[in-house]
Structures are given as structure tokens and as C-alpha cells.
């Protein structure tokens, strides 16, 4: 009788320790999906590199701050170039096994997305370009970034609607510049506008005026300038020496306030670009937090330090709410994430899995965003 009843006090006991165990132990850590970033951290675009990572980095330490991240980064080096996008694929891809990814700059997008097309296996793409329609017939593929056709359409109907019938076109001399001002081009001259001259200029180039004399001398009665930041500043002052004061339009990198200093002010007055949420609605409250955020850690607020922000956020949401953590699972999840509200304004995501955001056409007045009427 006794050897029952201890063989029932050592279950019980057995029993109790089970449950107590249960209850008090430290729960498993939830798996952080790790993405593989290629990034451009050196070369001509290291300038767009560094501010995605600086997002990308501040995001991932306010996430960690408020708990358990789902989602961490390994970051590779592109240099924007194609070729050394595809080198960092295929190791991340082959050797380490990784299956997903964020790839930034129109060039290495292009040059890895018809690799990620040929493997079988499921991955989930981030392709961080304003190239226009660049996930179409990448079902894998996401876009978390403007799209150089929403700018470019809006330039066009602002020149159709200004009555400009003449206009010449400059624009950097890649995939992005290309497409952009061909899409700008088939709006405008939908719209009954005639393009007059066009012309390219590459990273190299330090001395416009050759250019702009050939598209000055289609008599334009507005100018098309497709550029990176770093490039605005010499066009515009070389166009203005030459005694040129014709309208122009600007891609979206013109709404950076660090050019003012460097353009002369007849120019800035009388050119027109986007300018996304983020930088005409800069004194919301989400926004200049945010920005003073990004001052606390010693760097400059920015469009593109927000959007990979932004883009950080998304991505470990969708992660947090997927029923798994298989690309496919973390796709379907993605996709229920829009719409979304960041620090760059309301998004929306397209069947194509492209990004609208709000953009909407402005001018430099006293070094301010003032919106057209």
C-alpha cells in the first residue's frame, strides 16, 4: 500500500515540475529573418548607400527597442554596379543559402532579377529603384520605393498644362534616366508636346555647357533635367552663366534642400519638381520627430535615410504577422501590410507589388517648399 501511494506522490510531484516548468521558463525566441542588402556603400552612388543603411540600421535599433526584432541585415557591397550585384548574389545565394534579399540602384536590380527568375526555389526580392514597372513578371519581386513614372507623368501633364509645346531633355546616361525621360516623353507628347533635342551626360562629366548649348539650340520652351543631387548644382549654374532662362523640370532628388546654396536663385525660380510627403509636410509632428530622431544620431534627415526606414518597418511587420517564416508566407504577409502610414506619408501598394506614395509638384520660394496651386 505504501509503494502506491509514493508512486502516486512521485507523479504528482513529476507532474507539478512539468507545468511549473512550463510556466516559467523563458519562452523561444521568435526567428529573425535575415536579409541579405546590396547595397551601394562605395563608388559615385556610395551618397545613396550610406543614407540607406543609416535607415535601415536607425529602424532596427527602434525596433530592438520596443522588443524582439523579426528581421536583421547583412550588407554587401554593389558599388551600383550590375556585375558586382550579381558576385554578391551568388554567394549569398549558392554558399550561404540566403533567399531573401534587398537590392538597391537601378542597375544591380535589373542585372539580379533574371537570376532570382531562373531558381526554383521561393525568395522574397526587394528591388529599391524608381526604375518604372520593375517587379512586373517578378511575382517575387517588391518595389518599396517611388517609381520614377508616378514623377514623371506628373512633370508631363504640369508641362501639357503650361502650355510648353517645345521641350529638350537631359538625363544621366543609365537605365534610370533612360526610361524616366521616355516615359516623361511619351506623356508629354501625348499631350500634343514636340521634344526638340535630347541629350545624356555620365558620372564623369564635370562640364555641361557643350550639352546644354546642343539642347538650347532646339529652342526649347522648357528643360527636362533627370539627375542625381550631385549633379544638379553644376547643371543649373553652367545653364544659368550661359544666359539660358528657360523653365525647368526636375526629377524628385531637386527637392533636397542642401542644393539651394549651390543653384542660382533666377533657377530656382523658376523650376518645378515633386517633392514627396516627407519633405512639404515636414512640419508634422511624425515627421519632425523623426527628423530630430535622425539629428540626435549625427546624421542629416533625408528622403532616403525615411524611405529605408520606412522600408525597415514594413518589412518586419510583414515578418511578425507571417503564418511562417518561408518567403512565400512573409510575401503574403507583406502584401496585407498596405496600406501603410510612415514617416514618408501614405502608401499604397499596386497589383504589381509597386509603391504609390504622395508626391506633389513644388517650387524653392525663400528656401522653402511652397506646392503649385
Known sequence: MNKKIIALLTAVVAVGSFVLFFQFAPAAQAEVVEFSAILPLTGPLSHLG????IGMELALSDIKAKGEPSISFRFEDSQGKGPNAVTALRKQWDVDGRRFFIVATTGPALATLPIFKDAKEEKLVISQTMYPDITKGYPFAFRLFASSRQEAQLLANHAARNGHKRAAILHIQNEWGTESASIFRAAYEA???TVVAKETYTFADKDYRIILAKLAAGKPDVLLIYAYPDNFPTIMKQFSEMGQSVPILANSDFAIGTLLKDIPPTVLATTVFPAPRYLYDSSKSAISKFNEHVQATGHTP??????????????NKAVAT???????AVREALSAVFPYDGV????????????????????WVNGKLELLK
Open 50 to 53: 550610406d543614407n540607406e543603411r
Open 191 to 193: 499631350s500634343g508636346g
Open 302 to 315: 533625408n528622403f532616403d535615410i525615411a524611405t529605408f526606414y520606412d522600408m525597415t518597418m514594413i518589412l
Open 322 to 328: 507571417a503564418k511562417n517564416t518561408s518567403p512565400a
Open 344 to 363: 514618408t506619408g501614405h502608401m499604397e501598394l499596386t497589383p504589381d507589388r509597386e509603391l504609390i506614395v504622395d508626391f506633389a509638384l513644388s517650387k
